[in-house]
């Protein structure tokens, strides 16, 4: 069924997986059919999975792109949820709501990604939509990463990072692109988030951060997935999951 | 598709109650409070209440534990905002309130009383840093008689099925309670990270301590009972009903389905809807 928001609205329902693959290590990259989603689905957005199993709550996965009547997520098997997940097959149903969240401004200028993990998969729907600008895209070990090459199809400079192999961190080479561009976005591990809002504070940038926090209806009425700003506890699902940095209090990050 | 029935000295238009916590304030979607017999909205307190700091929701194998902690916008905003939209809702309208003091509960309920079709006395939130009210029976028979006084409307009483359910039930029977919730979520620790977190247990984890608790409940008194704890099906409905309950609350499953009802479906005894 559809429910109406006040930002579009989203779906109950069970939809079709049309591919299943092998993306990095222990990393799945997961194509949906759902015309209606893909048609509502803005960059920054997630899809909450019920992965089945007997788990109680769904899981929340950003959303990694989208293509015509598809969307596709981006996973790392981490527990007993994604382990499910990773076994679906093709033709095989997954049960979901979605879109859900508010997803990213639409902010005009350059544009600096920053990534840290699987937070590439915001990132990567939103860089898809916006000017040509920086994609910096960190992760600890080499076969973590997952492939966006194609990103310099959009124009925009991709940076690779691994910390295992250079020994750097998306924030140690940050500062080095900040004056080229216009506004920040980021998603990724909340330390990561933490350094990026401080270093965007200093040099007065935009930044925007897409957050995460353990969730459980998805729709605003648990209550669950708060994370604090200046004026207090906000909803991940409803009220984020992305969030102006300067409203973020990071106190006890 | 289902007979309206009587509870509490309620008519609803059908035995699915949504639990306090798991539905927001009620109205936020009402294509999908329609469908239940009544709604109750979160629990309110007198001044707006942050919350506990995250995380604030952990699974377990056949449940969930949350410690929430009462995050609620407070009394005056509720019945500003919240209540005229909850109102205009055809559903009956239940709001769960919870006060410190004498002084606090007789403020909800002077507030709310003639707003709603009936108050739910959360007497068992088991993420306060205080005792849970229903521990100490004689003091929660105590506030009840005195806040029966204050008004006509039916009041429910949401105790747990750990607390010596049945004893408190007839208790707060004979001073007054129209009607049992039976459970709240079961207090419980689990770990993240290395550290130690205390919350409340639901899910159908629950279950057999609740029908447990129920089937003592209905043989030393004939109070109205609610039964909740981890409901997800028929079967489920089923069993509570013939453990002598007369309606049937829905708490977390809402967070995995908010779209339940019509409740057509069984679960498997992994958790699965088949
Ligand atoms: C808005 C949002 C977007 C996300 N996007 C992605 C994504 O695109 N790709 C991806 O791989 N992961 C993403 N995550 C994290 C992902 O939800 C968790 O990795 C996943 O829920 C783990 O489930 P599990 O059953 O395998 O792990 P378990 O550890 O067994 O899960 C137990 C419980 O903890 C929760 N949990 C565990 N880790 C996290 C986490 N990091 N964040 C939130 N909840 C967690 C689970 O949801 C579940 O309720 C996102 C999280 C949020 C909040
Ligand atoms: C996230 C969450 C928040 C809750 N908040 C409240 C609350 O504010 N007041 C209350 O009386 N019960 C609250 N509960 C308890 C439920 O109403 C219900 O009693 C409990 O979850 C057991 O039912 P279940 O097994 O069907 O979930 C909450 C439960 C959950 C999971």
Not at chain 1, 24 to 35: C, G, Q, R, S, Y
Not at chain 1, 65 to 72: M, Y
Not at chain 1, 153 to 175: F, N, P, Q, R
């Amino acid at each position: 069924m559809k429910l109406k928001t006040e930002n579009g609205g989203f779906f109950v329902t069970s939809a079709e997986i049309l591919s299943i693959k092998p993306a990095a290590e222990k990393i799945f990259l997961m194509e949906i059919k759902h015309e209606k989603i893909s048609s509502l689905a803005r960059p920054g957005q997630f899809v909450h999975i019920y992965c089945g199993g007997g788990t109680s709550i769904r899981r929340p996965f950003s959303i990694f792109s989208k293509t015509g009547d598809c969307i596709e997520i981006i996973f790392r098997v981490v527990g007993r949820g994604t382990e499910i997940l990773s076994r679906k097959r093709k033709g095989d149903s997954v049960d979901l709501i979605a879109p859900l969240g508010n997803g990213f401004p639409v902010v005009c200028g350059r544009p600096l990604f920053v990534a840290g993990g699987l937070g590439v998969a915001p990132l990567h729907f939103l860089s898809l939509a916006t000017a040509a600008g920086v994609f910096i895209y960190g992760t600890k070990r080499k076969n973590e990463i997952i492939p966006i090459e194609s990103l310099k199809a959009s124009g925009h400079k991709v940076v690779i990072l691994c910390e295992e192999t250079e020994g750097k961190k998306v924030t140690d080479i940050m500062e080095e692109y900040l004056n080229d561009c216009d506004v920040v976005f980021s998603a990724g591990p909340a330390k990561m988030m933490k350094k990026i809002a401080e270093i965007c504070l200093k040099k007065k940038k935009k930044c925007f951060l897409s957050m995460e926090e353990r969730m459980g209806c998805g729709i605003g009425l648990c209550r669950s997935c708060v994370v604090k700003t200046k004026t207090g506890y906000k909803r991940v699902c409803v009220d984020g999951p992305v969030f102006p940095a300067e409203t973020v209090d990071w106190k006890d990050v | 598709m289902y007979d309206t029935v009587r509870f509490a000295g309620l008519e609803i238009k059908n035995p699915f109650i949504a639990a306090s916590g798991c539905f927001g304030y009620g109205w936020e979607f009402p294509a999908l409070s329609e469908k239940f017999g009544a709604v109750v909205a979160k629990t309110i307190t007198v001044k707006p209440r942050e919350g506990n700091s995250p995380p604030r929701i952990f699974e377990v194998p056949g449940g969930v534990i949350n410690r929430v902690g009462l995050q609620n916008c407070g009394l005056k905003n509720f019945a500003e905002k919240h209540l005229p939209r909850l109102k205009k809702i055809g559903t009956t309208v239940i709001v769960s309130i919870f006060g410190e003091n004498f002084r606090q509960w007789a403020e909800l309920i002077g507030t709310l009383e003639k707003e709603v079709a009936a108050l739910e006395l959360n007497l068992s939130c088991p993420n306060l840093n205080k005792q849970i009210l229903t521990k100490n029976p004689e003091k929660c028979g105590n506030i009840v008689e005195k806040l029966r006084k204050l008004t006509d409307k039916p009041l429910i009483a949401k105790i747990n099925a750990v607390d010596s359910p049945a004893a408190v039930s007839s208790l707060l029977s004979d001073r007054g309670i129209d009607a049992i919730v039976c459970s709240n979520t079961i207090p419980a620790r689990v770990e993240l990270n290395g550290r130690i977190y205390k919350g409340g247990l639901s899910g159908r984890l629950i279950k057999n301590f609740v029908l447990k608790a129920i089937r003592e409940i209905r043989k030393k008194s004939d109070v109205p009972i609610a039964a909740c704890g981890g409901i997800r099906g028929l079967k489920d409905v089923d069993d509570y009903r013939k453990a002598g309950a007369d309606v049937f609350v829905l708490g977390s499953v809402l967070l995995r389905q908010p779209d339940i009802l019509p409740l057509e479906k069984n679960i498997d005894s992994e958790g699965d809807i088949v």
